[in-house]
């Protein structure tokens, strides 16, 4: 089975396939229902991660200037604000310059948060190399989710004048992921090198608050994720748009479009307020949503799509048994780091 490519640049359903065989085709209206939908839980839950990410900086970085002691609900009714415009963008053309921007100011941002690790030399033997192995499941989803971009892979993959380059060996995808780990993996061990169990969700929460360049870091990074937003509502918008919008007359669209995108904002807001914690919250979404899309849905259909074709797992079935490990490595994030998640965010509010 593969993915459908139409008009539609985020048609997730499954393609009419001349070569598909007959016994797939009456599983591929609920798979394309169910990747749907997922898409728009992931998609939409990010709005509320990245609504808190902007949310929290900005009761950091301002309660430290003004010397105030606002919530973090306030900043996130705040952020809200520029969202609804943000959000109501339509077309991806209008989008790209703004998440061009925002990868730049997340270069910077890296730039200036490796001068403050590294500007002080760093000692190890005060840190835990290994953490407890109830830790373990959260971390997993929330590495998930932070390196899997599903939401956005068909739409610019479709957009492309060469699609074939973008899946190619070395191609689009393959390069930007290997520049997306090491850029988490340099950040991540050498910001708990320095902070130890301070570490904060974002590392560019843990820079010293009283000057103003380590300020400058949080205020980019808050902004690129700003700029990027539109891109993450984009693709949900277009979804859930194309399952109702027969249910409005035609010249009720424009209307419709712009309630809906404006009333799923403001129930996105009010999920951030209810739980403003961002930790637990990445890790949950991560566990749920992109363990789901990332890895489980990709397995399933790659096996049953080659389960009855001799020789489609290659030699001594590696690719057979390359699924069943990733399979249960998904499941594993699923079930256990769904309920570290939840866990943690009853510790937090119980």
Known sequence: MELQKTDNDTNSGLADNEYEPFRHRRVKKPNSAYIDYSLLIVSFFSVCVYLLFIATTLRDVVNSELGITWDTRIYILLTALPLIFVTQVRDLRYLVPFSALANLLILVTFGITLYYIFRESIDLSERELFPAITALPSFFGTVVYAVEGI???????????????????????????????????????????????????????????????????????????????????????????????????????????????????????????????????????????SATLGLLTPIVLDTVFRWPTPGAFGVYRWRLVKNVILLAFGLFILIVGTYFSIKDIVDIYG
Not at 155 to 175: D, R, T, W
Request: proline content about 6%; overall charge positive; some cysteine.
């Open 151 to 289: 939401g956005v892979v068909l739409p610019v993959e479709n957009k492309m004048k060469h699609p074939q380059h973008f899946l190619a060996c070395p191609g689009v995808l393959s390069i930007v992921l290997s520049f997306i780990t090491v850029l988490y993996n340099v950040t991540g061990f050498f910001g708990y090198a320095r902070y130890g169990l301070q570490t904060r969700a974002s590392v560019t929460l843990n820079l010293p608050s009283e000057e103003k360049l380590a300020l400058s870091t949080q205020l980019l990074a808050a902004l690129a994720i700003l700029f990027t937003l539109g891109i993450y509502y984009y693709v949900p918008m277009d979804i859930l748009w194309r399952k109702v919008k027969h249910r409005f007359p035609a010249e009720r669209h424009n209307i419709a479009q712009i309630g809906i995108r404006f009333s799923i904002l403001i129930a996105m807001t009010g999920l951030a307020l209810g739980v403003p914690e961002l930790e637990p919250f990445i890790g949950l979404v991560g566990s749920i949503c």
